[in-house]
T-cell receptor, first 115, second 110 residues
């Protein structure tokens, strides 16, 4: 399967713990995006990378959130000191270039439940 | 913040009927993309329409775009129970990211 891969698919954690999600984009896609989606809502943009450079971060991305893409391939999204409000599905997506001209492909998402 | 608003928020139809969903947005765009999402799953890309296009087809799907009204529509013809899902429009802006609408929940009854 050459689609966008996310791991883990489900994570239950206690409030205050740190969690990390991994995303492997479609190979040769130089753009990688993270979105967050809560029940009944559309996905909300968090951040995106072109290769290893993080080009934009949403105001939704508080100081507790950090994303990296160290070698321009896979990416990690870490949430420190989780809060119940962080419970959501975290979606990763990739594209060969910017959204202005190309399809963005999404993974299956990583569900986070903070108890 | 959400860029688009889908209408209706929910739609229930019988198999074989057509389903039409509308999307309105607020700012100028480079392109508009429609996605489908089955419950608890990721997003599946359906169609991309560029700002200089007015209509595109893909199988049973027809998308129109009216940039003067800042609106788009997605028509699913001869719907099937497997079309039951949430449908989102997403607008591509010059900043190279997609901004999603609130979605239409489609239920197709056998």
């Amino acid at each position: 399967d050459t689609g966008v891969s996310q791991d883990p698919r489900h994570k239950i954690t206690k409030r205050g713990q740190n969690v990390t999600f991994r995303c492997d984009p479609i190979s040769e896609h130089n753009r990688l995006y993270w979105y967050r989606q809560t029940l009944g809502q559309g996905p909300e943009f968090l951040t995106y990378f072109q290769n290893e450079a993080q080009l934009e971060k949403s105001r939704l991305l508080s100081d507790r959130f950090s994303a990296e893409r160290p070698k321009g391939s896979f990416s990690t999204l870490e949430i420190q000191r989780t809060e119940q409000g962080d419970s959501a599905m975290y979606l990763c997506a990739s594209s060969p270039a910017g959204a202005s001209g190309n399809t963005i492909y999404f993974g299956e998402g990583s569900w986070l439940t903070v108890v | 913040s959400q860029q688009g608003e889908e209408d209706p928020q929910a739609l229930s139809i019988q198999e074989g009927e057509n389903a039409t969903m509308n999307c309105s947005y607020k700012t100028s765009i480079n392109n508009l993309q429609w996605y489908r999402q089955n419950s608890g799953r990721g997003l599946v890309h359906l169609i991309l329409i560029r700002s200089n296009e007015r209509e595109k087809h893909s199988g049973r799907l027809r998308v129109t775009l009216d940039t003067s009204k800042k609106s788009s529509s997605l028509l699913i013809t001869a719907s099937r129970a497997a079309d039951t899902a949430s449908y989102f429009c997403a607008t591509g802006l010059g900043t190279d990211k997609l901004i999603f609408g609130t979605g239409t929940r489609l239920q197709v009854f056998p």
